[in-house]
């Protein structure tokens, strides 16, 4: 009885969590477009230049137009498009407050 009493509770705690968000970041990887950012599981940050049914392109440098396919499984994060802009437009703000104080 202990026995299963403690596998309920391991699943609450531990299994059901980590599905619900291993769900979450399946929906989110369907929905990526272009213009997207995007980490992945190695820890490359760039923008998402082309998706494909399985992998999508994402540019990391702007400077040398540097491109790499990845599998969409090897996506760890995402910031959408409108997200990145807002992102980007408060840490501007902040720095520019930082520069006055």
Not at 33 to 43: F, L, M, R, Y
Not at 66 to 85: C, D, Q
Request: glycine letters at 4%; hydrophobic letters at 40%.
């Amino acid at each position: 009885m202990m026995m299963i009493l403690m596998f309920i509770i391991m699943y609450f705690l531990l299994i059901r969590p980590q599905r619900v968000k291993q769900r979450e970041l399946e929906a989110r990887i369907a929905k990526i477009k272009t213009g997207d950012k995007i980490i992945s599981t190695a820890g490359i940050h760039g923008m998402v230049t082309n998706v494909k049914e399985r992998t999508l392109t994402v540019k990391v440098d702007n400077k040398n137009n540097i491109k790499l396919e990845f599998e969409k499984s090897a996506v760890a994060s995402i910031t959408p498009k409108n997200e990145a802009k807002d992102d980007a437009s408060d840490e501007e703000e902040g720095a520019e407050e930082e520069q006055s104080a």
